[in-house]
């Protein structure tokens, strides 16, 4: 291989601009540098003004065109360019995209942008393209330039440095928790849902009145979201003071709705609001699909008769139908209910990204106010010590008027001259200079005396209040207390659009409900091999099975029924009736249905009854009695209930319904003991059942002591031995026992237990 370099760097012979690098410190560089601007400036908001760095952009950029609440409107064109071209050299799509939605108030809560022409709708429409729409700022946006122009935030240049852009706005409005916002990091996303105004400010008061104040108190003024499109919250108080508390969380939001009837007993359900960013035209195509794939049976048709309001009107399928289950239904399956993420994860300071608390948030807002407030006032102040400087300086010029003009006539340096003379500082010699004739008058100077004794009163004013923090937070309660009158909940834009409440309690099992109940028998081949018929058939002789395959289990059933198969490996498998195959064909292997391993096999199926016991037992003779309800699985690897390990399997499952247990051994001896002296687990190995030296455990029976017990001969004729006949097998659970009764069936089964 040859020893010269590929790339030549600078210590090569030839030179060069090529620097070799350790690879995994570029990369772990360049990508924690990639993730810094991710964070601070595209997906997190600054928790000040709830702005992320585009949307601060488009508004100071609509700021610059003058674009005002009473402006006339401008192409959306314009303000993407002007943003783009100064601010923000990103594509203008995006830039777009964020304008459109600050315009759209079933996205936003309180419209930081006055559109005008087609910015989309609920139904997830698109905007019309930037050339067509014409937008303008609202008055919200407005509250939060408010004062931007007197030194009240830092500035930083732009991106190529010929403009200067603001790194925050003064925020007389609480954006962040108003508006919401959502975004996703490099490691990290932020989700944060829109509230009340009037809310915002009752709480804010109350942490100014009281510094110390605790979540709980805060969520009593502001209970919760305020999402645009209204809808409930139907969480608990606790678990919303929970989110709040630790900044993370989620919010149950249901669509509204009410029963309207239509005569003749019927009625009809109708949808007035959704859950917030739900598109409404998806909405109803997805139930449309559920009801086309018959799983809402109880639901016979929805309709769209909305306008300018909300109006979703869902036809039931009979006026028997209970309005509040088809309801349940839809809630579990569409997006009629949705959970949003609570994740308040946002910059401190423009700069540190971490999750706050309500209580944070709001203390961190009101600090900025504060900032804002001092230097707002420091930078009032100094325009007024520059003009009282000015007007002192007028105030020495009129009672010696004759002489000024005589200076500034005949001197060849008349301000130097003016400022010798009367010791004026340069400021005030060129004021008087820059005098007009027709302002000598002696109105003009009653003028200024009124206005140099007001602007002295607002300087001891403005001193005072930089002094006191007591007055800092009366001013800024006067603030709040005028935010909160402007977005009254009275006002049209400030009332409460979201509502709370308690989700109904339900007895009747949904699962159940969704399925048309209709008889079914269910046909398990000794291969595992699985389907249905419908109806509950008796003579099962023409059903057909695969070549080598025969019968196992025929279960009667219902399709809202559950199947439990129980396993060698001690697992208990769950399949719905409704989800089996039909009954063409042989149907399917259950192993595809279920995660079994290719060593173990099914010993039996059941139909499940929740009210019922079992007793388990594995080959080598431990067994225990467990709650059917507690054996059901969830997910396709089933539950493990016996516990079994090398060459011991699982051998069989029987219902418990009686007071006495019959065990027969491989050994062809029978046991029959107390069921008392069985214990009740969940999981487990077990205990003892019999004892064998030559064989392990072959079946097992629970029977009534009063009734005998039973078993069924190859020809399926039923026999039964009466207590007074079954004295010698009786004994203590443990012990060995004795050969089976005469006639006992040479298969050493007592026949199907189900």
Same mark, same amino acid.
């Given at each position: ?56 952009? #488009?508004?100071? %950029?609509?700021?610059? /065109?003058?674009?005002? *609440?009473? !402006? @006339?409107?401008? $192409? ?123 809310? #915002?400010?009752? %709480?804010?008061?109350? /942490?100014?009145?009281? *510094?110390? !104040? @605790?979540?709980? $108190? ?134 540190? *990204? ?401």
């Amino acid at each position: 291989m040859s020893e010269k370099p590929i790339l030549p760097g600078p210590g090569s012979p030839n030179g060069g601009p090529i620097e070799a690098v350790n690879l995994r410190e570029a990369l772990e560089e360049r990508y924690l540098a990639y993730a810094l601007s991710t964070i601070m400036g595209r997906a997190l908001p600054d928790v000040r003004d709830g702005l992320k760095p585009v949307h601060r952009r #488009i508004l100071f %950029a609509m700021r610059g /065109l003058n674009l005002n *609440p009473q !402006a @006339t409107y401008r $192409k959306c064109a314009k303000i993407v360019g002007e943003t783009m071209g100064n601010l923000h050299p990103h594509g203008d799509q995006a830039i777009y995209d964020a304008l459109a939605r600050l315009a759209q108030d079933f996205a936003v809560r309180y419209p930081l942008v006055d559109g005008q022409g087609n910015f989309g709708n609920i139904d997830g429409d698109n905007p019309a393209a930037a050339r067509y729409t014409e937008a303008r700022l609202t008055q919200t946006a407005m509250a939060l330039l408010d004062g931007i122009d007197e030194d009240t935030v830092d500035f930083r240049p732009n991106y190529d440095d010929t403009s200067s852009e603001p790194s925050v706005l003064p925020a007389a409005f609480p954006n962040l928790l108003a508006n919401g916002s959502a975004g996703i990091a490099v490691g990290m996303a932020t989700n944060i849902p829109p509230h009340n105004v009037d809310e #915002i400010c009752a %709480a804010a008061l109350h /942490l100014i009145k009281y *510094p110390n !104040a @605790t979540v709980e $108190k805060l969520v009593d003024l502001m209970p919760g979201p305020d999402f645009p499109t209204g809808g409930v919250v139907v969480d608990s108080r606790e678990q919303i003071i929970e989110a709040y508390k630790t900044g993370r969380g989620s919010f149950r939001v249901r669509a509204k709705w009410h029963k309207e009837d239509t005569g003749r007993g019927g009625y009809q359900i109708v949808i007035t609001e959704i859950p917030y960013q739900v598109q409404k035209n998806k909405l109803e195509t997805a139930i449309a699909d559920l009801i086309l794939q018959r799983k809402l049976p109880l639901l016979e048709n929805v309709q769209d008769e909305s306008a300018e309001e909300i109006r979703l009107v869902l036809v039931p399928k009979s006026r028997t139908v209970d309005p509040v289950i088809l309801m349940e239904q839809l809630f579990r399956l569409t997006d009629l209910e949705v959970k949003f993420g609570l994740n308040m994860n946002v910059l401190s300071g423009g700069q540190i *990204p971490n999750v706050l608390s309500l209580r944070e948030v709001l203390q961190q807002w009101l600090e900025h106010r504060i900032e804002v407030l001092v230097r707002r006032s420091n930078h009032r102040l100094g325009k007024i010590e520059h003009r009282l400087e000015v007007l002192d300086g007028y105030l020495i010029a009129y009672p010696n008027i004759d002489e000024v003009i005589r200076i500034v006539r005949f001197e060849d340096q008349p301000k130097a001259k003016l400022m010798e003379v009367f010791s004026l500082s340069e400021v005030q010699a060129e004021a008087i200079l820059n005098l007009r004739l027709r302002s000598l008058s002696r109105l003009e100077e009653m003028e200024i005396k009124t206005e140099h004794k007001k602007l002295s009163a607002e300087r001891r004013d403005l001193k005072a209040l930089l002094k006191s923090d007591e007055l800092q937070w009366q001013r800024i309660s006067e603030e709040i207390k005028a935010t909160r009158e402007q977005y009254s909940k009275k006002t049209e834009l400030g009332r409460r659009r979201s509502s709370f409440s308690d989700a109904p309690e339900i007895d009747v099992d949904l699962d159940a409900v969704l399925i048309e109940k209709e008889p079914v028998t269910v046909i398990l081949s000794e291969k595992g091999w699985i389907r249905t018929l419908k109806g509950h058939q008796d003579d099962l002789s023409k059903v057909d099975f695969k070549q080598g395959d025969k019968l196992k289990r025929a279960l009667k059933a219902s399709t809202t029924d559950k199947i439990l198969l129980f396993a060698t490996n001690g697992k208990f498998y769950t399949l719905e009736a409704s989800a089996l195959p039909g009954g063409r064909g042989h149907g399917e292997p259950v192993r595809l249905m279920v995660d079994i391993e290719q060593n173990h096999d099914f010993v039996e199926a059941f139909v499940h009854q929740p009210d019922r016991k079992l007793l388990v037992a594995s080959s080598n003779g431990y067994g225990f009695v467990v709650p059917e309800a507690d054996v059901i699985a969830s997910t396709r690897k089933g539950k493990q209930v016996l516990n079994v390990s090398g060459d011991d399997e699982a051998r069989l499952v029987v219902p418990v319904e009686g007071d006495h247990v019959a065990v027969v051994g491989e050994n062809r001896k029978m046991l029959i003991f107390r069921l008392a002296e069985l214990n009740e687990m969940t999981r487990g190995k077990g205990i003892i059942l019999f004892r064998s030296k030559d064989g392990g455990l072959s079946d097992a029976r629970v029977f009534a002591k009063a009734e005998g017990l039973t078993w069924l001969d190859p020809a399926g004729r039923t026999f039964t031995l009466a207590w007074s006949d079954l004295r010698d097998w009786v004994g203590l659970r443990a012990q060995a026992g004795r050969l089976v009764p005469r006639g006992f069936p040479k298969s050493n089964r007592f026949g199907p237990a189900f």
